[in-house]
């Protein structure tokens, strides 16, 4: 118990590096931005509630793919092969930048062990 802790700990200060990043903030208002974009386009054309359309963008941009919702639509299809083309991309470089920062963390707090 005491390593999850420990875990949730160095998360946060990973997290707050990552905040830190001008580039890491404008990633997060990209993946936002596309939730919110995916929630409204399959609410409005795929009609499906609210809820189900967000779910289906989560589910499509972390390119999981249940199959228990799909696009009926051939504009909707047609958008979703776009969606998931730009989401990857936009998801990938989350990944990356988070992945810098967790290194970032690991040197810092290798210095601060060299220092005392």
Do not use: C, W
């Amino acid at each position: 118990m005491l390593a999850f802790f420990i875990l949730i700990r160095n998360f946060f200060h990973v997290i707050r590096i990552l905040f830190k990043q001008e580039e890491q903030k404008a990633l997060m208002i990209m993946v936002g931005a596309l939730f919110l974009i995916g929630t409204v386009f399959y609410h409005n054309v795929e009609q499906f509630s609210i809820l189900d359309a967000f779910y289906f963008s989560v589910m499509t941009l972390a390119t999981v793919g249940y199959g228990d919702l799909v696009p009926q639509t051939a504009f909707g299809k047609l958008f979703s092969i776009v969606y998931v083309m730009l989401g990857v991309g936009v998801l990938s470089a989350v990944i990356v930048n988070f992945n810098m920062a967790l290194k970032q963390y690991h040197r810092d707090k290798k210095k601060k062990e060299e220092q005392k």
